[in-house]
């Protein structure tokens, strides 16, 4: 079986993607370094979360440039959450490169005090379906790794 996942890596190495090593936190997230404009931050990775967020008080740290946003963001409760939108960042995971990325902005007050409540450390986002779906995203939960693509 190790030798079959050793040959997938390999494999998906030759193929374009890019090996990020995931680690898994107290409330079972796996967190990821993510940088944003060349900044460096801590951010969550959330296959259900359909867009890729971060929070309205990182604004100035990943010199995001915000405009109002038709967007209502939602999670598994029924209110909708205001939210900004920032267009055309730069968006690096590891070797995985995106430019002209838009990411939503929303107040992550609410996960970051339940993350703290589990012992968790806060996150300044959240990595969502759409960059996921761009780098053609494969999860080896095994591993804790994910892999993206470069086009």
Known sequence: MYKEMKKL????????????????????????????????????LDTGASNSCV??????????????SEHKASGAGTTE???LISKKNKLKIGDFKLK???????????????LIKQK?????GIIGADILHKG??????????????SK
């Open 100 to 114: 002209n990325t838009s990411l939503i902005l929303i107040d992550l007050k609410h996960i970051n005090k339940a």
């Open 9 to 44: 890596n390999q494999f998906l190495l030759t193929k374009g993607y890019h090996s990020i090593k995931l680690k898994r936190t107290v409330t079972n997230h796996f967190e990821l370094k993510v940088k944003i404009n060349n900044i460096k931050g801590r951010f969550i």
């Open 120 to 124: 968790a450390k806060p996150v300044q």
């Open 55 to 68: 929070g309205f008080e990182e604004i100035e740290t990943f010199k995001l440039k915000s405009e109002e």
């Open 81 to 83: 959450i205001e939210t």
């Open 136 to 149: 053609k995203a494969i999860i080896d939960y095994k591993k804790k790794e994910l892999y993206l693509k």
